[in-house]
């Protein structure tokens, strides 16, 4: 199948790489845009609590205000708060109010903190419904603008913070970090590629052709979004570049060095390119089934944000799969030996490199090597016991001296951190009976008296009078461990059980859904994980032919993803003093590492079963696979990391977190698990590696039934001529 594949796109070229274009033009021109979204509450199933809360206040709240932004005012010279502080403070807000800024209902002056040191106004926006609207941010920008001036004359520094401060802080930040992605990950692949082939031709080669992919598939992602109501937005942008970039560069390196190899064997340009074709095509297709199928896991999360991301990151896999077995073999076939200019070490094979030295190693000694690479990953491994998530993505992911987070510290110098992001406790009745004020007021008592909640504003009824509402404002920042076990572990058992007979009590509001979203997490764990694996299990079982292989490969992959969650929790939390690591980070990380790290399991495997085919020993076969497949997993994997950790570059713990795990994973990957244990543990295994098919036997049977044909020819020869 692939041989002919490859003969077909050496044969034409110009018709592969005319069709890409035109596919590319027709896509990235008809298809809509990706959007942003900010509402986390929109990741989460309807049945959890905090959805329904919220799904109650819409219904007999709908004019409840939102608390969109809070303006924290302050002396400028550290001191306390006079009482003609206060008369500029409200003077301040009703000039804000007056301007009549598109989104801004109302800006309302609130108390000074017990301690004299803060006072607040509270900006009220309408509640987002249409997660792609950034006009909160453009108010939130006018407010800035306008406070300025407003603050002359006065003894008062003031700076905005709340949700749509950060969202706004948040979107520049990104915009900076998704350009020094792009940029960090192309100079990273070109220099690597440069160092590698010393060809610019290779080195720009995929800087060219995954630029027109890129686009492509985004436009194919967009297009998925309208067609199937995926929910997939522009916050996989960075992340959808280092895919693309990383994997179709791995493809495009798995090809050109069985190019090379094959051109150094004496083949010429066109029939080593589809020899290349044919040997890899399969590993490369395999790899692509085993990154695609991870990916499409997703769909079976709770959460949105997964559920849309994995489809939308399986179409980009597909499209560089696709161009990696065709328009990648077309251009670099139409090229022949010029790819390589202006170096001529394709010609020849270097002798007592350190790929065939550690080869050689491996060979002798299988053993050693299996326990050692074994022991170093496990003991990595030890370091995830100190796993802890973080859902404070916003706090812990913006800089520090954004004006929404140094007005955030200066909040909390005089209120309780939760005010920024209030909890909300609705009490509803189920039998349509009044909620009287004396009920709602003792339930009010009781929620004060929980551990962990600073204040509770005074009930609020609905017009019906069925349902009381309550702002709960948390001791500790909205997003912090200790709010969430103050909801997850007091509030809501308090709640639940103090409501009076004939009453439901429910829990929302943002630390609610960081509650909810801790559990389907928790859940998703237990469902993603497995069907990605037994999935990846079976592609590697249909290549193998084997029941045997697939169990230790997978066996190598588990040790990589647990060093890899070890090594990053031990650096963030240990050593960096985090709070604890981005909640999504476990589930990217394993179906990155699994996924990807499968990629090179599966060229190195392929490559041992090509080597005991041609009728080597297991050991010998294991050495000689590490000589040729070391050199291209090894440069595959460091520029993949390379290219991972340039988010490493946005300036933000969100992602340098992303971008540590998974670069670090990566090279866990491909010098460790692939080039060392997957190759030491299939010697040590031998022919049983391949049971029941026992694959690597195939040619070996055939040379030997050629060799006895032979020497019973000699034989007879010998006899007549005798």
């Known amino acids: ?100 800024i598109p989104e801004v209902q109302a800006v309302v002056s ?39 001036p407003e603050l002359k004359g006065t003894d008062l520094s003031a700076g905005i913070t709340g949700s749509a401060a950060q969202a706004l802080d948040e979107s520049d930040a990104s915009k900076k970090a998704g350009l020094l992605v792009g940029v960090g990950t192309i100079v990273i692949i070109v220099v690597l590629l440069l160092v590698i082939f010393r060809s610019p031709i290779i080195a720009l080669l995929p800087v060219v052709l995954i630029g027109l992919i890129s686009p492509m598939a985004t436009g194919l992602i967009a297009s ?38 094959a051109l150094r064997a004496g083949e010429d340009a066109k029939s080593g390119m589809v020899h290349a074709v044919e040997r890899v ?3 490369i297709t395999s790899a692509a089934g085993a990154v695609i199928v991870a990916f499409a896991a997703l769909t079976l999360s709770s959460l949105g944000m997964l559920r849309s991301m994995g489809p939308a990151l399986a179409i980009a896999v597909f499209v560089t799969l696709l161009a990696g077995l065709t328009l990648v073999p077309a251009v670099v076939s139409l090229l022949g030996t010029k790819v390589f200019w202006p170096s001529k070490s394709w010609q020849r094979e270097p002798h007592g490199t350190g790929f065939a030295k550690l080869g050689a190693s491996i060979a002798r000694k299988p053993a050693v090597w299996a326990l050692v690479s074994a022991l170093f990953m496990g003991a990595l491994t030890l370091g995830a016991l100190g796993y802890k998530a973080n859902f404070d993505l916003a706090g812990s992911s913006l800089p520090k001296d954004k004006e929404s987070m140094v007005a955030l510290d200066d909040l909390q110098k005089g209120f309780p951190a939760g005010s920024t992001d209030p909890t909300s406790v609705y009490l509803t009745s189920t039998n349509d009976e009044a909620v009287t004020e004396a009920r709602a007021a003792a339930f009010r008592k ?24 309550y702002s709960v404002i948390l001791s500790d920042p909205p997003a912090s461990d200790k709010a969430l076990e103050t909801v997850k572990d ?63 490969l997978m066996l190598s992959v588990a040790l990589g993803f647990g060093a890899t969650l070890g090594a990053t929790s031990l650096i963030f939390q240990q050593i960096g003093s985090q709070p604890g690591l981005m909640f999504m980070l476990p589930v990217i990380m394993y179906l990155f590492v699994v996924a990807l790290g499968t990629d090179y399991n599966i060229l190195m495997v ?57 670069s670090f994973g990566i090279l866990i990957a491909a010098f460790v698990m692939a080039m060392i244990f997957t190759p030491a543990l299939t010697a ?39």
């Open 1 to 100: 199948m692939f041989s002919g594949l490859g003969r077909f796109v050496v044969r034409r070229p110009w018709w592969i790489i005319v069709a890409w274009v035109i596919a590319a033009g027709a896509v990235i021109s008809l298809a809509p845009k990706l959007t942003s979204s900010s509402d986390e509450a929109s990741f989460l199933p309807d049945h959890y609590e905090s959805i329904r809360a919220a799904d109650v206040q819409e219904k007999d709240f709908p004019e409840q205000q939102n608390v969109g932004a809070i303006i924290v005012f302050q002396r400028s010279d550290g001191g306390k708060l006079t009482a003609a502080d206060s008369a500029d403070v409200a003077r301040v807000s009703e000039d804000l109010q007056n301007r009549k």
């Open 110 to 148: 609130g108390e000074v903190s017990p301690n004299k040191q803060v006072q607040t106004s509270v900006v009220a926006m309408p509640k987002i419904t249409n997660p792609e609207e950034t006009a909160q941010q453009d108010a939130v920008k006018d407010l800035r603008d306008g406070l300025k």
């Open 224 to 261: 998925a979004n309208k067609a199937f109501d995926m929910k997939a937005d522009s916050s996989i942008q960075e992340l959808l570049t280092v895919v693309l970039f990383g994997v179709g560069t791995d493809y495009i390196l798995f090809l050109l060095f069985r190019y090379r190899e």
């Open 281 to 283: 095509g399969e590993a």
């Open 446 to 469: 009781q929620l004060a008296d929980v551990s962990g909640v600073g204040e509770v504003a005074a009930p609020r009824l609905s017009p019906d009078r069925t349902t009381a509402s």
């Open 490 to 552: 007091r509030l809501r058992p308090a709640a639940h059980e103090d409501a009076p007979s004939g009453t439901e009590a429910l829990v929302g509001g943002t630390t609610a859904v960081y509650v909810d979203i801790n559990k389907a997490v928790d859940r998703d764990y237990s469902v993603v994980f497995p069907v990605a694996a037994l999935a990846i299990m079976v592609i590697l079982g249909l290549l193998l032919r084997s029941l045997v292989a697939p169990w230790y």
């Open 606 to 662: 392929s490559r041992l079963r090509e080597e005991a085919r041609e009728g080597r020993s297991p050991h010998d076969a294991a050495g000689t696979a590490v000589r040729h497949s070391g050199p291209t997993i090894g440069s595959a994997g460091v520029i993949l990391a390379g290219t991972f950790a340039t988010l490493m570059l946005a300036g933000n713990s969100t992602l340098s977190q992303m971008g540590f795990s998974l």
């Open 684 to 722: 040590l295994i031998g022919h049983a590696a391949w049971w029941p098919g026992h694959g690597d036997e195939q040619r070996d049977k055939r040379a030997g039934a050629a060799r006895s044909s032979e020497e019973e020819a000699s034989g007879s020869g010998a006899t007549r001529s005798g």
